[in-house]
């Protein structure tokens, strides 16, 4: 099965292929198919937002297509989860900040509070993955992954998921830079199921 992936995030959907390679889902970006990016302006229910980044590209394409979108959920401190770079950011403007500016930024505002809060802080990443059919018709499903957030970076920064370099991944007790690729599968094991629950395969 061919699907558009509605992101430009490549970092997203090397993650994906990853995920699914033993499977008939291919995975292709808008850029892929010569479709126009479609940007959507994004609020605090992304369930909501994976539909509607789905959405906009409805009619556009044959595939079915994939939109996702995620939180990063700390109990007990008042925050958007749904605005990641946002909270951080502040009153920045993200368009004239490059993607390791933007990750620094929000590295800084995470060890901060974390720092505030004693030094450890848990959390969890909730991702809601919303699939259009050319019909109009949507299924959705979610994945839940828990982490203990920290004010220590542990290897390399990726700059297109900053925050995993400041976390104990709950699955595995250990930083993502520690973890052996059986560890890594574990940790990302409840996006692959999401993904089987939507594509079953």
């Known amino acids: 099965m061919k699907v558009l992936l509605a992101t430009t995030n490549t970092a997203k959907i090397a993650r994906l292929r990853k995920l699914m390679k033993e499977t008939t889902v291919e995975f292709f970006m808008p850029t892929d198919l010569d479709l126009p990016v479609c940007e959507i302006?994004?609020?605090?229910?992304?369930?909501?937002?994976?539909?509607?980044?789905?959405?906009?590209?409805?009619?556009?394409?044959?595939?079915?297509?994939?939109g996702m979108d995620s939180a990063f959920v700390?109990?007990?401190?008042?925050?958007?989860?749904?605005?990641?770079?946002?909270?951080?950011l502040v009153d920045r403007e993200e368009s004239s900040m490059t993607r390791e500016e933007i990750a620094r930024a929000i590295l800084d505002f995470y060890c901060a509070l974390v720092t505030e809060h004693g030094g450890r802080l848990p959390a969890y990443w909730e991702e809601?993955?919303?699939?259009?059919?050319?019909?109009?018709?949507?299924?959705?499903?979610?994945?839940?992954?828990?982490?203990?957030?920290?004010?220590?970076?542990?290897?390399?920064?990726?700059?297109?998921?900053?925050?995993?370099?400041?976390?104990?991944?709950?699955?595995?007790?250990?930083?993502?830079?520690?973890?052996?690729?059986?560890?890594?599968?574990?940790?990302l094991r409840p996006i692959r199921e999401a993904l089987r629950e939507l594509f079953g395969e």
């Open 128 to 187: 809601v993955l919303a699939l259009v059919f050319s019909n109009g018709t949507i299924k959705e499903a979610r994945a839940k992954r828990p982490v203990i957030l920290t004010t220590e970076i542990h290897g390399e920064v990726n700059p297109y998921f900053p925050l995993r370099s400041l976390y104990i991944v709950g699955a595995t007790g250990k930083y993502v830079c520690e973890q052996s690729p059986e560890e890594e599968a574990m940790e």
């Open 41 to 66: 302006e994004e609020g605090s229910d992304i369930a909501q937002n994976a539909r509607a980044k789905a959405l906009a590209y409805l009619g556009q394409t044959d595939f079915p297509i994939l």
């Open 74 to 88: 700390i109990p007990g401190v008042e925050l958007d989860p749904a605005k990641v770079k946002r909270n951080a």
